[in-house]
């Protein structure tokens, strides 16, 4: 897509992107970006220095599209906290079946990236809307004994695994054709029922 007017940053964003998809992070670079938008090779630079100024926009422009659809799927949801909850799992692992560059970039080792303030803030909003969402289920019902950072570690720990087996083809490999709907549904299940065994034990 070459660029031709209005937000070069945000197209820069965008090829960027795509050309993670395409090639990893290593293949990234400045000039083939300027390439793609079809600008000068100088003209990245206006808005990002170097690679990991990119890298690190990039990061806070998925962590900001991870958070909206984990928001868009808790609206859907309904009024259950219950459901609400359940439905940030199911949208953490469609993201990254749907997005896995952005999901592989939002959750590499920082080395990438720079520090910066907007990604660490970005990052803060996704963490209390997990949490918020694990307290307000636990006030329903759901393992009200526990710690809810300990539920909030549990919980993402497994989601976060299995959406990771998913994007690197590790689940496939030995499962075939497993729809991932499916099986992050009955993952979720088991957080459920193992606390409940606990409490019932």
Do not use: C
Not at 22 to 32: F, Y
Not at 99 to 124: G, V
């Amino acid at each position: 897509m070459a660029y031709h007017h209005g937000n070069l940053r945000q197209a820069l964003l965008e090829e960027a992107a795509e050309a993670i998809r395409e090639g990893g992070v290593g293949g990234l670079s400045l000039r083939d970006l300027a390439r793609r938008a079809g600008v000068s090779h100088g003209a990245p630079a206006r808005h990002f220095p170097d690679k990991a100024a990119l890298l690190t926009a990039l990061a806070t422009d998925a962590l900001e599209r991870f958070q909206a659809a984990l928001l868009g799927g808790m609206a859907e949801a309904g009024d259950s906290a219950l459901d609400r909850h359940r439905a940030i799992g199911m949208g953490y692992v469609r993201f990254a079946i749907e997005q896995p560059a952005y999901f592989r970039l939002m959750t590499s080792r920082r080395d990438f990236f720079e520090p910066d303030a907007e990604f660490d803030a970005a990052y803060q909003r996704l963490f209390e809307t997990i949490r918020e969402a694990t307290i307000a289920a636990q006030q329903e019902g759901w393992a009200a004994h526990r710690d809810p950072d300990d539920l909030l570690i549990a919980a993402w720990s497994v989601v976060h695994g299995f959406a990771m087996l998913w994007v690197e083809g590790g689940i496939q490999d030995y499962f075939g054709s497993l729809d991932p709907e499916i099986a992050v549904s009955a993952v979720i299940d088991i957080v459920y029922a193992a606390d409940a065994g606990a409490e019932s034990a």
